[in-house]
């Protein structure tokens, strides 16, 4: 089936709402329609915090489209994703026109200030809250209280995700990540001092001291991310998971690779919590950035020998390799996914690698490092990964810094996806010739 403005065929979209329920008009033409088409490869693929279906499908076109002259002869499908998520408008994707990208630049107004496109994600994001997305608002434009105001800052961004299916944890471990039940003073200040040294990273020089007034903005945006980390976690299982399962009834020749960016990247790896034991229509599953822990596969913490990750051994669901591709580029996991994780230690003055240094690998990310602590995981550069050196399954955790380089504060590289390098990774995976 054609989809106007899409660059490849057959080509369906699949939408979730926050618990994982489909729209059933988009399902049922799936499935009655993927035999017809004669599809034998199907790629599923799962955007990250993209905040509308125009930006996930534009994404969709793009990164597939340099896919039907990679693979002239096979009989490929295609899935598009879409799921209740948020991106803040001041994050660059690279090549993405500003509309969708970025907004207003970054410069043309103060870090803090919530522009009407990110008010209006927030708002479609957390319905019902409107007094408290207008109140952060005014907080951000006017700070005002010293510790007091930041206190009630971070008491007011915690509100707005409350009553939602809180989800999977990416581990056994106990406990909440510190943006939800740490000091919001301590994570404003330390989020501000990160910014900050971003900054100086990029210019050369720090001109002045942090504002921890940045640093609540900052609070703010992780924690949405977690909301929409978590929220990934209970579409892929409760959601994409068990349609898979339909997908085998329904068509059991069609050989499945799932692909994710971001948060989408563990949407498809929870999908594998939420596959019916019976199902081995999975070949492949490639995750680009992926913005969860990297101990999610473990099946036993480096620090913690008694507790697992949340989806241990989840690999063996996959009739093929877990392809991690990973990039030290990417600030978002590289230095605020550790420290919105846990916020800890005193030294301030760090960023990027070195953040991740100082909190340790405990709060790793997979699109920073890869996958961590599964005995075997194979370890290629892309170019290796483009020979043909795959392994044929297990996990395999591919350097993708030669092209996911590019991107400003506060997110670095972690949207610069759209390469055909990695749609030629996502073939070599599944073993699509």
């Not at 125009?54 to 076109?61: D, N, V």
């Not at 068509?251 to 999908?271: D, E, K, Q």
Request: hydrophobic share 40%; charged share 20%.
């Amino acid at each position: 089936m054609a989809e106007p403005g899409m660059s490849v065929t057959p080509y369906w979209e699949l939408t979730f709402d926050a618990d994982g329920d489909a729209e059933g008009a988009e399902r049922d033409r799936l499935l009655a329609q993927v035999r017809e088409h004669g599809v034998r490869d199907l790629i599923v693929f799962s955007h990250g915090w993209n905040n509308d279906r125009s930006g996930a499908t534009r994404l969709y076109r793009r990164f597939f489209a340099p896919v039907p002259k990679l693979a002239p002869r096979a009989r490929l499908g295609y899935v598009g994703v879409v799921w209740p998520s948020m991106r803040f408008s001041d994050e660059p994707v690279p090549d993405f026109p500003r509309s969708v990208a970025a907004g207003e630049a970054v410069a043309a107004a103060p870090r803090p200030a919530l522009d009407k496109d990110t008010r209006r994600a927030l708002l479609e994001t957390f319905p019902g809250r409107a007094a408290i997305v207008d109140q952060l608002a005014r907080m951000l434009d006017e700070p005002s209280g010293g510790t007091e105001g930041l206190t009630e800052f971070g008491r007011l961004a915690r509100l707005l995700p409350a009553g939602e299916r809180p989800g999977a944890a990416d581990t056994d471990e106990p406990g909440e990540p510190a943006v939800f039940d740490g000091d919001p003073v301590t994570a404003c200040e330390q989020f501000a001092d990160a910014l900050a040294a971003l900054d100086a990273s990029a210019s050369g020089a720090r001109f002045s001291l942090p504002n921890p007034w940045d640093g609540a903005k900052e609070l703010l945006r992780q924690v949405t991310y977690y909301q929409m980390k978590r929220r990934a976690g209970t579409v892929g299982e409760h959601g994409l998971g068990p349609l898979l399962g339909q997908l085998a009834g329904a068509a059991p020749g069609v050989r499945v690779h799932l692909v994710g960016h971001s948060f989408g990247g563990r949407l498809v790896a929870f999908a594998l919590r939420g596959l019916p034991p019976d199902v081995t229509a999975v070949k492949s599953v490639t995750l680009l950035q992926g913005a969860f822990s990297h101990y999610a596969f473990a099946a036993r913490l480096p620090h913690a020998p008694d507790r697992s990750g949340a989806l241990r051994d989840r690999q063996r669901r996959i009739d093929g390799p877990l392809v991690c591709c990973h990039s030290h580029f990417d600030a978002a996991l590289g230095t605020f996914y550790p420290l919105a994780s846990r916020l800890a230690g005193d030294d301030r003055s760090c960023a990027g690698d070195e953040i991740a240094a100082v909190l340790g690998p405990a709060w790793g990310a997979m699109g920073h490092d890869g996958v961590q602590a599964v005995p075997g995981t194979a370890r290629l550069d892309l170019a290796a990964a483009l020979a043909g050196r795959l392994p044929a399954s297990g996990c395999v955790n591919v350097d993708a810094a030669a092209v996911v380089r590019r991107g400003g504060a506060p997110s670095g590289a972690h949207s610069d996806i759209v390469h055909p390098e990695l749609a030629r990774v996502v073939l070599a995976a599944g073993r699509i010739t």
